[in-house]
């Protein structure tokens, strides 16, 4: 058996969007573990194993201790540190309002 995920790509700088298929080997038991968990999450097989597999390669990454920057990338990483930060009138608001158990 074989899921199908498509994966959604912008091109820098473009809004047109492009896709990509990637093959996934699975047991019938899998398949099935999978058709349930995405019927009861009200969406299609490849939409709910791709959503899935996109958060664990997320977690995967934030959970890494050291990450790497490339040479060619590091004054831009160093420029974005340094720079002050922006406003955020949504944030601001809700950093003024008092908490709810308090009202």
């Known amino acids: 058996m074989y899921v199908i995920v498509t994966q959604v790509m912008n091109e820098p ?13 699975l047991s019938d038991q899998e398949r099935a573990l999978l058709e349930t968990a995405s019927a009861q999450a009200r ?3 490849s939409d709910f ?12 990454i934030f959970e890494r201790r050291i990450i ?9 990483f160093e420029a974005w ?3 002050p930060p922006r ?16 009202e």
């Open 13 to 25: 700088g473009t809004a047109t969007m492009s896709t990509s298929v990637l093959s996934v080997r």
């Open 43 to 45: 969406t299609n097989l």
């Open 49 to 60: 194993v791709r959503r899935k597999a996109l958060e664990a390669a997320e977690a995967a």
């Open 68 to 76: 790497t920057i490339p040479a060619k990338d590091w004054e831009r």
């Open 81 to 83: 540190a340094a720079a």
């Open 87 to 102: 406003d955020n009138a949504a944030l601001k608001e809700l950093a003024d309002r008092p908490p709810t158990w308090r």
